[in-house]
């Protein structure tokens, strides 16, 4: 097992290696000017302009800018910006040219934000989904499995950012059912940060539980029918030890491996939920970045996607052995 692990971290780390280098490359090789929006429309002359480049090191080769983010996010480094000198500590991301902040320091404020919404939504979508979906694969046929597939289906037909529009405009402000949307800090006032959240977490947590129903109910069915299960039965083990016990357990494979991928994109940024629900998270730093031409506020996000994404993969491929006792790691 301790092998494994230290290979997959290699390997993942190789693969965040790959996708800062291709990242970096493909910004700055692009046809973003960010001093362009930082000197504005007035008074920017070309003088101006060659002064901001060289107080942002953009007129050094893209190679030695590189090389400077890649070290300072194991060393951190020094950012000359407007004739000063400002200390980026480890790990450094780079420095926001709009905000005239440390990208680490933006996504560490605003990642209590979506961790908020992300774990609240997963709560909800797993709960619902696998329970409907186990339910449904165990009474397979009957009306209520075909109500599910159906309901599930007509969900699922409408944009994302359509439900949540609707969910806003009337359960919020013309019928008044759930409180007004915003995010409170934890720590300051639990029960305003989930009076705020509420709202997002049951229409983000809705949506994706219909996938996960039917993505259960699929894996149930098929774990139904495997050897084990019928050895389970006729070794006389009652019908809900069976279910839950054997086919359920077995059946959550594929699941896992979907909930780490979907958990890996809503902990990177939802932007319509943030967007709609006026919650300022991760996705719409991300978002106003591009818009700005941001370039370090964009590198960081993309950086901290990847370790996201490779970090679960790691741990989904671990909780996989303690799942199904037919997955073993060596």
């Known amino acids: 097992m301790f092998g494994y692990v230290i290979r997959r971290v290699a390997a993942g780390l190789s693969v965040v290696l790959v996708v800062m280098v291709i990242s970096f490359f493909l910004f700055f090789i692009g046809p973003a000017k960010p001093e362009y929006a930082i000197c504005g429309d007035r008074n920017c002359t070309p003088s101006r302009l060659a002064d901001i480049r060289a107080s942002l090191s953009l007129d050094k080769p893209v ?18 910006s407007g004739g000063f000198v400002k200390e980026c500590d480890v790990p450094c991301l780079g420095w926001s040219f709009i905000r005239n902040e440390p990208v680490t320091k933006l996504i560490v404020e605003r990642l209590p934000v979506t961790i908020s919404v992300a ?15 186990a339910l449904a694969a165990i009474h397979r046929g009957s009306i209520w499995d075909r109500a599910l597939v159906s309901s599930s289906l007509i969900l699922t037909s ?3 950012y359509l439900v949540a529009l609707l969910a806003a405009i009337y359960l919020t402000i013309q019928f008044e059912v759930f409180p007004r949307s915003g995010y409170h800090p934890l720590t300051d006032n639990p029960w305003e940060w989930f009076k ?4 997002p977490w049951a229409v983000l947590g809705a949506v994706y539980a219909t996938a996960y ?13 495997e050897d084990f299960v019928r050895t389970a039965r006729a070794k006389g083990l009652s019908p809900r030890r069976v279910h839950f ?5 077995a059946g959550l494979t594929s699941v896992v491996t979907i909930l780490g991928l979907d958990l890996a994109g809503l902990l990177a940024g939802t932007i319509f939920t943030e967007r709609i629900f006026e919650v300022q998270g991760l996705g719409l730093l991300a978002l106003n970045a591009f818009d700005n031409g941001d370039l370090p506020v964009i590198m960081g996000s993309v950086m901290y996607a ?14 996989y052995s303690f799942l199904d006792p037919r997955v073993r790691l060596g």
């Open 245 to 249: 016990r054997h086919a359920l357990r």
């Open 158 to 160: 409408f944009p994302y």
């Open 63 to 80: 190679s030695e800018q590189f090389t400077e983010y890649f070290s300072g996010i194991f060393t951190g480094r020094e950012i000359h």
């Open 196 to 199: 705020g959240l509420l709202l």
């Open 306 to 319: 990847s370790f996201l994404l490779v970090g679960l993969n790691i741990v989904i491929d671990i909780v």
């Open 119 to 133: 774990l609240g939504a997963m709560v909800i979508f797993t709960t619902l989904g696998v329970t409907i979906g």
């Open 213 to 225: 129903a039917r993505y259960t109910r699929a894996a149930m069915v098929e774990a139904l029918s």
